[in-house]
Structure formats: structure tokens, C-alpha cells
């Protein structure tokens, strides 16, 4: 079903997409698909010091990662000067902006004065417009600023979808400049313009941006803009209980991938995070999106928990399907440089390891054993590869090579040897484990040598006997 709900996701591209960032991303996201609405991804980029195309990049690749896709956009603001700067004609001569020639110095000046009387430092509006006022000459050669003329009275007021109704009194904002003396836009300005043309009905971001908001509602008006719903979310703070931030403890959502957490588990747990549905804890993506609303959101910041999200990743882990992993896992081996085709077949491997592993990191390592040469650690070989365990190989081996290959006859061939030498389980189990994979844990060791397959079990064994 089509609606008229519109959500933006709007990060500045100073750094990458950190998980403070991508949870308000998902809830505006989710927003927008629990209602049939649009998605729109908008890169704020007038910072032009601080902002890179590798952070533009690394935001992209972040949503991709989580599988937040965008309707509409990326739009850049970089890219719609000439708008803004239409906008600011049309409100000059409308009379709500107008030119302000005071510089910086005079600025300064006037704050010092104005605490020095115990007043709240604040712009005079020295060239603010008012009926029978008579404004100064501007001075020559001066560039000047455009300030938006705030009103001077009343109120401004919202019902904020998460955390009620919020009133500001206009007497309290300043004469917002809105041009800087170079003709550049500025932020807050940008937004009002781009919420605007962008026809945004429900302003979801975190509530870093609460203050701006009286501001950008006064603006929206002025334009004679019908005014979005806002819902301000909690910010999530790092372990030290500050905001994460690209300066500030936050990890980019692409190290959660180098980590070897599956994007479901990040999504399930960013979803959880700051709001509820019940006493669920564990929903796929679109169990979310149908579940998903601003009524549930814990106005309150809200904590990061690794230990959840590894406990939701070794689920998610447990429940992927093999071809899944299998993709994952190939993935990682070729980073590291292991060809995944020198090995069985991946799917058959990741099927024995999804249950043990809380990771894909550790899915690879054990899955790596059985494409590459292995090298048990020489206390291993020293422990478990003595005289009496190669003798008992050597006759395994020869078990193995007329073998069945399947776990039943395997398992024969290692109880026939066992009774042949007067050993138990561990004492055959555990040096073929080293012999085969180099390590002393694994799982079923049938299963193990089933999935290995013939050729490579003996080639290993080889090296021992
Ligand atoms: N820690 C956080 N928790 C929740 N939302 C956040 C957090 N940090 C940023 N956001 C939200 O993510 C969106 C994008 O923010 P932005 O790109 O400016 O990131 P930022 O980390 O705040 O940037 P900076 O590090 O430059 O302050 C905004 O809606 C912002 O409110």
C-alpha cells in the first residue's frame, strides 16, 4: 500500500556510519516501510572541510551492509547551492531575511557588553527590519550576512513523536543567520530547504539535533511549508556513557563486518535498541518493519551491549542456512588469502561448525583447516603424535584407504584399530584431529573426516606415518 510518508536519513560525510548513526537510520527506514512510505538517504556535505567521497563512500557501503535501502537519493546538498540560494532571494523579498552588516568584531563586542551587564549574549538586530524603524547605511565594502527574521513573540511548538510536546519561546532564538557573508548557505538552513523540496513528513534523527528544531520550524513557516512531524531519538552512548560519535568512541558499522557479525544480528539488535515490542528479543527484518513504531521508543539514551549482540550473532550464525555462510566464509578466506576451491566443499564444513562458533571470524578459522596445509603446534605434535599414536595411525591409514568413505565405515576402521592396539576413543581420536587439522578439538571426528573426503585425510596422515 503506497503512502505519503516520507523519511530521510541525512549524515553529514565526516567520517563513517557508526552504529549511533545507522540505529537512526534503521528506524527511519523502518518508518518508512512499516507505512508502504518512501525512504530517502540525503548526504549533508557543506562542511566542505570536514567532508570526504571516501566517508560519502563508507556511509554507502554501511547501508548496503545493513540493507538499508534508499527510494530516493543520495542527494547531495553540495549539489543544490543554486537552490538555497534561491530560496534566500525569495525571502529577502518577502521581508522574512534581510542583510546584516554587523561584523564579527562588532559581534564580539556586543556579547562582552551584554554579559558584562549580566544579559544573555544574543545578535541586538541592529538591521533587523521593524515598521518606522530606520535602519543604518550600510557600510561600504562590506559583504553582509542574510539573517532569517525569527519572530519576536510567542511560542514555538511541537509534539514531538517521542518525547511530547516541546515549546520553546521565540524570544529565546536569536535572528538565525541563514547566508554567510560569502553567499554560502548555512546548516540549518539547508535542512529546512531540503525537508521542504524533499516533501519529508516525519523528521526521524537523534536528538542531537533538538535544538535546531524551533529554528528550522520557524523557517519551514515563514516559507509557508506545511511543517513535518518530528521524532527526536535517544542518542546511544558508548561504553563510558558519552554519545558515540566519528570523533568519539564509535566504531564504523563496517568493522562489525571485519568482526564477523552477519548483518541480521546488527540489524535485531539495533533494532532492539532504545525500542521494544514486548519481550521480544530476536526478529527477523521483517518481522521489524511490521512491528515497527514511535510509540515504543525509550526516550532515555540508551546503552551499547557487546555481550547481546554476540549472543545474538552466534544465533543468527546458528540459524543461517549453509549456502549463506558458506558465501560469508569464501568471502573471508580470500581476504586472508586462502582460496576457498582448495577445499571441500564449503557448505558440507560450515554445516559441522554454525553451532560452536560466535562468530564468522572463527567460522573461517576452522573452515581455513580444511583448505590449507596445516601445522600443528609442536607441543601438539609432542603430546599427541608420540610413537604409539603413529603406529596406531599407520594402521588407520590402511583402514581408511579401503574404506567406504562415509561415517559409519570410518567409525569401524577407528574401532577396529582401537581393538587392535588396546586403545580407547581419545587415544586414536586425538592424533588423527592433530594429524588431519593440526588442532585437538573438533567436532565428530566421523563427521569430520567424512567432509574432509579420502584424498586429503590421507595426504595428511601421510606426514605422521
Ligand atoms: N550516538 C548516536 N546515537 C543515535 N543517533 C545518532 C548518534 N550520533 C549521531 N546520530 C544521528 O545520526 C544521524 C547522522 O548524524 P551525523 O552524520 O551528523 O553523525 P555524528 O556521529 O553525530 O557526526 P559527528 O561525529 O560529526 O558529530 C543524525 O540523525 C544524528 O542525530
Known amino acids: 500500500m503506497a503512502s505519503n510518508v516520507r523519511t530521510r536519513f541525512a549524515p553529514s560525510p565526516t567520517g563513517y556510519l557508526h552504529i549511533g548513526g545507522a540505529r537512526t537510520a534503521l528506524f527511519s527506514w523502518a518508518f518508512a516501510r512499516r507505512h508502504g512510505g518512501t525512504f530517502i538517504l540525503r548526504i549533508e556535505d557543506t562542511d566542505v572541510a570536514r567532508s570526504t567521497p571516501e566517508a560519502v563512500q563508507a556511509i554507502l557501503d554501511g547501508m548496503a551492509w545493513l540493507g538499508l535501502d534508499a527510494d530516493e537519493g543520495p542527494f547531495y546538498q553540495m549539489q543544490r547551492m543554486d537552490r538555497y540560494k534561491e530560496v534566500i532571494q525569495q525571502m529577502l523579498a518577502a521581508g522574512t531575511a534581510y542583510h546584516c552588516y554587523t561584523s564579527p568584531e562588532e559581534l564580539d563586542r556586543?556579547?562582552?557588553?551584554?554579559?558584562?551587564?549580566?544579559?544573555?549574549?544574543?545578535?541586538?538586530?541592529?538591521?533587523?527590519?521593524?515598521?518606522?524603524?530606520?535602519?543604518?547605511?550600510?557600510?561600504?565594502?562590506?559583504?553582509?550576512?542574510?539573517?532569517?527574521?525569527?519572530?519576536?513573540?510567542?511560542?514555538?511548538?511541537?509534539?514531538?513523536?517521542?518525547?511530547?510536546?516541546?515549546?520553546?519561546?521565540?524570544?529565546?532564538?536569536?535572528?538565525?543567520?541563514?547566508?554567510?557573508?560569502?553567499?554560502?548557505?548555512?546548516?540549518?538552513?539547508?535542512?529546512?530547504?531540503?525537508?521542504?523540496d524533499m516533501g519529508i513528513t516525519h523528521v526521524i534523527r537523534?536528538?542531537?539535533?533538538?535544538?535546531?528544531?524551533?529554528?528550522?520550524?520557524?523557517?519551514?513557516?515563514?516559507?509557508?511549508?506545511?511543517?513535518?512531524?518530528?521524532?527526536?531519538?535517544?542518542?546511544?552512548?558508548?561504553?563510558?556513557?558519552?554519545?558515540?560519535?566519528?570523533?568519539h568512541g564509535a566504531v564504523s558499522v563496517m568493522q562489525y563486518d571485519d568482526e564477523g557479525y552477519l548483518p541480521e544480528a546488527v540489524v535485531n539488535y539495533l533494532g532492539r535498541l532504545g525500542w521494544s515490542h514486548g519481550d521480544d528479543e530476536i526478529f527477523s527484518r521483517e518481522q521489524f518493519v511490521e512491528w515497527f513504531d514511535l510509540d515504543h521508543i525509550t526516550p532515555s539514551a540508551a546503552q551499547f551491549n557487546t555481550e547481546k549482540l554476540n549472543w545474538l550473532n552466534a544465533h543468527y550464525i546458528k540459524q543461517a542456512d549453509n549456502a549463506h555462510l558458506a558465501a560469508e566464509v569464501s568471502r573471508r578466506l580470500a581476504r586472508r588469502g586462502v582460496d576457498p576451491e582448495t577445499g571441500p566443499e564449503l557448505e558440507s564444513v560450515v554445516a559441522l561448525y554454525k553451532e560452536r562458533v560466535a562468530n564468522l571470524n572463527e567460522l573461517a578459522d576452522s573452515v581455513e583447516l580444511y583448505c590449507v596445509e596445516v601445522h600443528p603446534a609442536p607441543e601438539l605434535i609432542a603430546q599427541h603424535l608420540g610413537e604409539a599414536a603413529r603406529i596406531a595411525l599407520a594402521s588407520l591409514k590402511a583402514r581408511f584407504e579401503s574404506a567406504p568413505w562415509e561415517k559409519a565405515a570410518l567409525n569401524q576402521a577407528i574401532k577396529d584399530t582401537m581393538a587392535e592396539h588396546g586403545l580407547k576413543m581419545p587415544q586414536v581420536a586425538i592424533p588423527l584431529r592433530v594429524a588431519t587439522l593440526g588442532v585437538a578439538q573438533t567436532p565428530a571426528i566421523d563427521a569430520v573426516l567424512e567432509v574432509l573426503g579420502r584424498d586429503r585425510v590421507l595426504a595428511r596422515m601421510a606426514r605422521y606415518v
Open 206 to 247: 537523534g536528538d542531537d539535533h533538538v535544538n535546531n528544531t524551533p529554528r528550522q520550524i520557524n523557517i519551514l513557516q515563514a516559507l509557508g511549508a506545511q511543517v513535518p512531524l518530528y521524532a527526536h531519538l535517544s542518542m546511544i552512548l558508548g561504553d563510558d556513557g558519552t554519545k558515540l560519535s566519528k570523533r
Open 110 to 196: 556586543i556579547r562582552e557588553e551584554q554579559r558584562a551587564r549580566g544579559e544573555k549574549p544574543r545578535y541586538d538586530g541592529r538591521w533587523r527590519p521593524e515598521p518606522g524603524k530606520v535602519l543604518p547605511t550600510p557600510p561600504e565594502g562590506v559583504k553582509p550576512v542574510v539573517r532569517f527574521r525569527n519572530a519576536a513573540e510567542g511560542v514555538v511548538a511541537w509534539d514531538d513523536l517521542v518525547k511530547g510536546r516541546i515549546e520553546i519561546a521565540n524570544a529565546e532564538l536569536d535572528d538565525l543567520v541563514i547566508a554567510r557573508a560569502d553567499g554560502t548557505p548555512t546548516y540549518n538552513f539547508c535542512v529546512v530547504v531540503d525537508d521542504l
